[in-house]
Each structure stands twice: as structure tokens, then as C-alpha cells.
């Protein structure tokens, strides 16, 4: 084969069976992905205070399970101790939901009607409310599985996540092993500077969400004074989660607070009211929270974050949407290590 | 009791090679570690293994810390891609070398090539800060005992310029 075709063509031809086995492994380890990343999530988290039980004297693994427990009280604690007001209220069942929201886009469409004559031609108003209700009769539908997949992820997620408190410097240090001399130091700075800028900022990311959460929460409430606000505690909970993909991710929260108000008969002001609290909490995290908890940001550029966005939605949806960030800034250390050493070679 | 030759011959193992540990504790760094303490560290060094001619970090290139030589022979040399290249020591079992580097980011000032087959023990910054984190009392000694090296190393220079400045007709008023 070589004789046949050179080197070059062997090279291609590795690379490219390689990066099929990658891509066949990539679909492989998808169902895994989105226990793996929450688990990653959960570790940098717990991180700082594993540390200090470590100092302790307590083994990781045991300082994970003990945080665990706690968490987990802690949030049973919040829970039973939340006015009912506050708590999640039943949706009703998907007929209902999908009468609701046909009937209430149905009253938006009138007043396009009147107030924007030229949208009519095109049939804007009837394709949203067509789409709109499909999307929330496929939602009802898929309830049952995302429950259970749920599920499955509240279980899986610890376990995952207390093998890697425990075990994962000594894989690290396994993988580390099997690296060349001649890469070794290269590699050894390269994973330090990746744990060192993903730890900071997955940490940074998920203290902004529950801080936004908490904003979310309060706003609402502030809106409740003057509009009917209603499942205050799940729609905070969704626009923290959203909150970590940059810039789609607080209209992401608003929109589906949107949804679940126009499927449950809510009048059009406590959308209104909605509005204005998730603006109020944004407003506050880009004043307050962001520049606080960010300090150590990944430094990419917006046109590339949008970039990447686009891209991770593409290939993974909304999981895709999450890890964008982390994977580029991964992806832009790996380069910088491996373009400073290409620069000194080419100087010496 | 004395082996004889066939008990010998069973429990020969060739040459008796230090633990760790005990390669560890001779080390000026480690002098000031408890034997749990040199456990611990134990678990976090590196072994690696380099072939004769084989560079072990290059000039210029950026370091993540230092070397102990466990068995075989490392040469520290300036310009070693040139023909006139320097030597500017020699370093056998027991000595090590690159400690600037476990201060942070920091780039080799010379290189360190594998004269012979060679067993080195590599000890990282990232593996230091770690220590620091869970182990403060530790890292404050490994600290203390890499201060003590870096003025053992400052001293000899100091005294390799003055030896200089002399050769070269300075007095030592001019010195001061």
C-alpha cells in the first residue's frame, strides 16, 4: 500500500478511519453524554469543598457522599419549608394544555389581526398557533419518558459523578503515563491549564445560574404583586438552567414561562409580568452577578461563542448548547499549547 | 548469616535500587518530611523512563517543574542543537535538577539530555500546589527546603562571579 501510495495517502487514510471511529464512539457514548457532562458539572462544583474535608482528613469519596446527603436535605429542607404558593401546581392534562394555548394564541392572532393587517397574507399568525400547539402536544406526550429519563439521571449522575471525585486524579495520572517523554511536560501544563480554566468556569457558571434562579425567583414574586405570576419556583428553576448557555439562554427561560402561561389560561398580562421580572433578573446578573462570579471567564471572542453555539445545538440540541463553551475553550488551550510549540521549534 | 552460592544466586536481584521514598529523603527539599509525608508525595510523582541521547526537557521550552535522577547519568547543556555546545554539568543518581519550574510558569534555561539509560523521578508545580491545598504544613517545608536550594544555588553563583570578577583584575572594593 505504501509503495502504491506514498505516505501521505497512508496518513489521510489513518486519519480519517480514525476520526470515523471517533464519530461511531461519539454516537456511542451519546446516550452516556448527559449523565457524564451533569456528573462533570456536579464534580466542579463540589470541588472547593472536597478540598477542604480532604484537608480534614477525609477521603474524597467520602467527602462527596457527605456533601451529597447534605445537598440532598438541604434541598428537601427548602422544599417542605417553601410557602404552598410558591410549590409546583399541576399543568392538567395535554388536551387541555393544547385548548388553552390554541384558544389564547388564537386571541394574540386577533389582535395581529386588527393592529397588523400585512402579517395576515402571510399566515404567520396561523402557522404559530399550528406549531405552537403541536409543540405542546409533543411536549405532553414526551413527558412520560422525560420523567423517567429523569429519573434514571438522578441516579446515574451521583454515581458517575462520586467515581470521579474518588478515582479521577489517578486516571489522570494513568493517562498521563501513557504520553511520550518528548510530550510529557507539554502535556502535563496543557491538562492543568484546562482542569484550572473549565473548573473556574463551569464553578463560575453554576453559581451565576442559582444566583439568577434566586433573582428569578424574587422578580416574579415582585411581578406577582401587580399580575397573576404562577409557577414562580419551575419557571426560576428552567431560566437558571437556560442561564448557562450564553446570551440564547435567559429569552430560552422567558419564552418557556411564555408557553406554560398561554397553555394554562393565564391572562396576557402575567406574560407581560413575566417579561419584566426575567428582564429585572438579567439586568441584575449583568450588573451584579456576572462581573462578580466571572472573573476567570474563557476570554472567547462573541463571534465565536455564537459560532460554537450554533454549531453544538446543531449536533447535540440543547446538551450541545450547554457544553459549547467548556468544549471550545478546551479545544482553544489544546491549539495555543500545541501552536507555542510548533513556534519554538520552527525558531530553534 | 552469610548466603551461599545458591541462596545467592535465588535471591539475587542485581543491584539494590532505593525506594522511592528513600530516594525522596535525600533530596534537600524532602529532608523535612515525615516518613507520611514522603508516602504521600510518593503517590504523586512521576516515574519516567528516558533512553541514552534522550532530551528531558529542551531550552526555551516551557517547564512544569523538576527531576530527581533515580539511576543513570543527565548532562545539562547549553546550545545542544549547536556545534558548540556547553556543558554545564553533570549529574548522577541522586542529584536533581530543573526546581525553577516548580515555582510556575517559567521557561528551561538550559537542557537536560540523558547521557545514559536513566530513571528519573519528576515532581510537578501542579503536584506542589496541590500539597499546598490539602497538606499545608507539607507544602510549607517543601517550600522551605526549595528556598534553601535556590540560596544554595544563588551563593555558588555569587561566588562563581566573584571567582570571575578576581580572574579578571577587579579588586574586591569594586565588587562591594
Redo the contacts between chains.
Sequence with gaps: VKNLFGDAPLRILAITALLVALFLAFLAIQILLVPFVAALFVVYLFEPVV?VL??RGMDRGRAFLILLGLSFVGIVIILSLMPQWLRQETLGSSTTFTERMSHQLGTVERWVDIRLPMLQSSGIADQLTTRAAALGSRLFEQVPGLITSFFVNLLLVPFIAYFMIRDGKTLK?HA??LVP??Y???S??MF?RIDQQIGAYLRGRLIECILVGSTQVLCMVIASVFVDQRYILLIAAVCGITNMIPYLGPVMGTVFGAILYLGTGLPITSIYGLIAASAGAHLMDNIFIAPAVLSHNVDLHPLTVALVLVIGGELLGTLGLLIAIPVASTIKVIGQEFY??YQ?HV?? | MKADGIWGNIFRIGPRKDSLAETLQNILLFQELSPKELKILERLV?V?T?DVG????????????MYIIRTGRVDIVLQH?SENRIVLSELAAGDFFGEMALLGDTTRSATAIARERSELI?F???DLVEII????SMGANICLGLSKTLAERLRYTNAQLRDVWQMRGHSEESLR
Excluded: C, D, S, W
Design positions: 478540598i480532604q484537608r495520572r498521563v503515563k517523554n518528548r510529557f511536560e507539554m502535563l501544563i492543568n507555542a510549540n519554538l525558531r530553534t | 512521576h519516567r528516558y534522550e532530551p528531558v526537557f529542551v531550552e526555551t521550552e516551557p517547564g512544569a517543574g542543537r519528576g510537578f508545580h501542579p491545598n490539602l497538606h499545608p
